[in-house]
């Protein structure tokens, strides 16, 4: 039988000069190479959904592809699709890049400059190894085979300007249209979801943090099943215990819900950590909530400024949510877009705390009352973002997903 194997070169020269040598392999049958690494998963993601057996037994990803690094990305492929070989091209072949490229998931390195011999020994061997998982997976179901899920962000310009509130209904508007939703607290110190949903619970975020391989049945114990259907994955009871949860820790255990669920909605509270920093960038929609008053407006700028400084995510690919509206204010829509940069979502969330006050304060957000203002604007948000089933996605979609890694230095002083 013939081993199928799927290149991810982001260069043309590369892919043509490596899919030329595959061809010449035997019993090698090369596809037509993927250019990106959204492409990669998405393609495989595909093949997954028809049937295991329809998945390349080896993908060979070129140190340069991109957005997402090639690490991160092979991180990816082995935890969604665990019989799929992955071989890394790369001109590093050191003792160092060896050990990260095989904890991250990898079944061997080949040198750069490509060699025939080399590649027909290391092809050969991880096309075996990956035969064999599947033979002994079988028609095992435990594995991440679905279409990568949406994931969205909601951030906010300062504390106290609504998004949480605002996340907890993105998600439940999906959730009731009939799309599985997870919501994630990424307000790893103070985040609330747990209290605005009336939950209590054992489990959180950090119990994921030091998995290296989070298999559906790992990410199912540590997930909270609310009562509207919300798969609630919960800030930490303790505080001080978020800095556990690593900018690594954080991309793998998005990835993970993103592999099992089709929307992901992240609180990412108001704060930027090195975690909620990489959440961010790997979103397709970045919400940064503000509301219509010169503080909160000055914080919404200084964080987009922060994002960019930090090669997080550009003005341009962020939307800002403007809350507690009122045609009376004199901060309105179109100048909060010219001071931030930013684009500004058309729905608005009008100022009416009193709508909201019985429900914040019972910890019952999920039944605010489906006539008041508030609710329905936020649906109609969770609609113009395309989060709910029968409505086209945003603009945002697949814009941002995945960036390249921040710079590790970057990374070091948000953690200071």
Known sequence: MPTRILPAVGDADAARSLTTLLSQLPDAEPVAPVTDSTQLIDTLARLA??????????????????????????????????????????????????????????????????????????VHAVAQWSTGV????????????????????????????????????????????????????MDLQTGDIASYLDVQFRRSVVDLATITDISPRVLADAV?????????LLAPGEGERGEEV?????????????????????????????????????????????????????GAKRAVRMWDRLQVRKAEETTVVVNRHSRGTEIQPPLIQKITGTGVAATVIPANFKELQGAVDAGRVHELDAKG?????????????????????????????????LAFRRRKELGR
Not at 224 to 232: E, K, P, S, V
């Open 49 to 122: 959904s028809e049937s295991i057996d329809e998945l390349p037994e080896v993908v060979v990803v070129h140190e340069r592809i991109g957005p997402v690094p090639a690490l991160e990305l092979i991180r990816e492929v082995a935890l969604r699709f665990p019989a799929v070989g992955v071989i890394l091209v790369t001109s590093d072949v050191g003792p160092g890049l060896f050990q990260a490229a095989m904890d991250y998931g990898a079944r061997g390195l080949i040198a750069l400059p490509l060699g025939y011999e080399e590649l027909a020994t290391r």
């Open 134 to 185: 599947r033979r002994h997976l079988g028609a095992a179901t435990d594995v991440f085979t679905g279409v990568g899920g949406t994931v969205v962000t909601v951030s906010g310009a300062k504390g106290g300007v609504g998004a949480t509130t605002t996340a907890i209904q993105l998600a439940l508007a999906a959730q009731a249209s009939g799309r599985t939703t997870a919501l994630l607290d």
């Open 224 to 232: 909270f099943a609310h009562d509207t259907g919300l798969a609630l």
């Open 246 to 298: 690593t900018e690594r820790a954080a991309r793998q255990i998005v990835s993970a819900l993103r592999s099992r669920y089709e929307v992901v909605v992240v609180d990412c509270g108001a704060q930027l950590s090195g975690a909620g920093a990489a959440v961010v960038e790997m979103a397709d929609t970045a919400l940064l909530v503000t509301t219509p008053d010169v503080v909160a407006v000055r």
């Open 373 to 405: 203002t508030v609710k329905q604007a936020l649906w109609t948000l969770a609609g113009e973002l395309g989060l709910v089933k029968g409505t086209e996605a945003n603009s945002h979609r697949n814009g941002g997903r995945e960036r390249g890694a």
